[in-house]
C-alpha cells in the first residue's frame, strides 16, 4: 500500500513545489490537490461532514492545474493527483487539454480524480444544473476519452455534445491517465466500475461505511461487471499514524492511503512529513 498527502495550496500554505521536493524525498508515492472555483454566500447544502468542516482553506484554495504543474517541474517520481477536480464546473475540452497537457509535462504521473460536488449554487454558477450533475460528469470523461485516445473526437450525449474535432497534445499515459471516482462509497463505486479506474471513497460519516465493509462488496461489484477487481484502484484520506490500522487496510486490498496536510507553512507541515518518513518504510514490512 502506497502512502500519498493531500493539501489545500493556498496562498498562506505551503508552496507546492518545496512540498513536492520534501514528498519525493521522504518516499510518498502521490500528492493529491483539492478544487473550489469559489464559494457561494448563500448556500442551500452544507458540507457532507457538516458546516464546521467548511474551513478557510475551502475558500481559498488555488487552482489544481497550476499547482500540481509546479508540483511536476521539480520532481520526478511523484504522482500528480486532483482530489477532487470539479469537473462539472469546468469545460471538457480545455479539460481534457489541461489533462493530456499535465500528463505529458510530467511524464506520465498524473492521476485525474474526479467528483461532482455537492455545492449546489457554486455549480449553478457555472451552468451546471445540480439535479443532473452526476449525467453530466459521466458524459464529459466519455467524451474526453474519445479527445484523449482519437485523432478526429467527437460525442454526442444528452449534455455534453461537439461535433468532429481534433486537439492535441494526447496523454503521455496510454490510454489515458488514471480516473479515480470520489464521492461516497455507494453512489462512487457503480461510477468507477461503470467508466473509471478507482475508487476515492468519501470518510465513514459521509456515508461511505468502514473499508472492512466495504472491500468485499466493491469486489464482488467489480466482478460482477465483468471487471477485474485488481485493475481497480482503492484510495483512502485520513491516513493514521497507526501501523496496525495502515496495515490492516493494506491486507484489505487498499492501493493508498493519504495524508491530510494542513494548509500551514513548512515549520508546521515538515515535521509531519518527518514523522511519516520512518512510518512509510514499516507499511509494507
Known amino acids: 500500500?502506497?502512502?500519498?498527502?493531500s493539501i489545500f495550496f493556498t496562498d498562506y500554505s505551503m508552496g507546492p513545489t518545496e512540498l513536492a521536493v520534501a514528498l519525493e524525498q521522504r518516499g510518498f508515492d502521490s500528492l493529491w490537490v483539492a478544487e473550489h472555483s469559489h464559494m457561494p454566500v448563500t448556500r442551500r447544502f452544507t458540507h457532507p461532514l457538516g458546516e464546521a468542516a467548511l474551513t478557510?482553506?475551502?475558500?481559498?484554495?488555488?487552482?489544481p492545474f497550476v499547482t500540481l504543474s509546479a508540483a511536476?517541474?521539480?520532481?520526478?517520481?511523484?504522482?500528480?493527483?486532483?482530489?477532487?477536480?470539479?469537473?462539472?464546473?469546468?469545460d471538457t475540452i480545455q479539460t481534457a487539454k489541461l489533462v493530456a497537457s499535465l500528463d505529458q509535462l510530467s511524464k506520465g504521473r498524473f492521476l485525474f480524480g474526479i467528483g461532482c460536488g455537492w455545492n449546489a449554487e457554486e455549480m449553478e454558477d457555472h451552468g451546471t444544473v445540480y439535479e443532473t450533475r452526476t449525467l453530466k460528469m459521466r458524459e464529459q470523461i466519455?467524451?474526453?476519452k474519445e479527445i484523449w485516445t482519437k485523432d478526429i473526437a467527437e460525442y454526442h450525449g444528452e449534455i455534453v455534445e461537439f461535433p468532429p474535432l481534433q486537439t492535441w497534445p494526447k496523454p503521455a499515459?496510454?490510454?489515458h491517465p488514471p480516473i479515480i471516482v470520489g464521492g461516497a462509497f455507494r453512489f462512487a463505486a457503480r461510477r468507477a466500475i461503470r467508466y473509471g479506474d478507482g475508487i476515492l471513497p468519501a470518510a465513514p460519516s459521509a456515508g461511505s461505511g468502514s473499508p472492512e465493509e466495504f472491500m468485499p462488496r466493491w469486489r464482488r461489484m467489480a466482478e460482477e461487471a465483468g471487471r477485474d477487481p485488481a485493475s481497480l484502484s482503492v484510495?483512502?484520506?485520513?491516513?493514521?499514524?497507526?501501523?496496525?490500522?495502515?496495515r490492516r487496510n493494506r491486507d484489505l486490498g487498499v492501493t493508498r492511503m493519504t495524508v491530510r496536510l494542513?494548509?500551514?507553512?513548512?515549520?508546521?507541515?515538515l515535521p509531519i512529513l518527518d514523522r511519516w518518513a520512518k512510518l512509510i518504510p514499516q507499511v509494507n514490512g
Do not use: H, N, S, W
Not at 494542513?262 to 507541515?269: F, H, L, S, T, V
Open 173 to 175: 499515459q496510454k490510454p
Open 72 to 90: 511536476a517541474a521539480v520532481t520526478t517520481r511523484l504522482k500528480l493527483a486532483t482530489a477532487i477536480c470539479l469537473v462539472i464546473q469546468r
Open 1 to 5: 500500500m502506497e502512502i500519498g498527502a
Open 142 to 144: 466519455e467524451a474526453m
Open 235 to 246: 484510495t483512502l484520506g485520513g491516513a493514521p499514524e497507526d501501523l496496525a490500522v495502515l
Open 56 to 63: 478557510k482553506e475551502y475558500f481559498d484554495v488555488m487552482d
Open 262 to 269: 494542513p494548509p500551514g507553512k513548512a515549520d508546521e507541515i
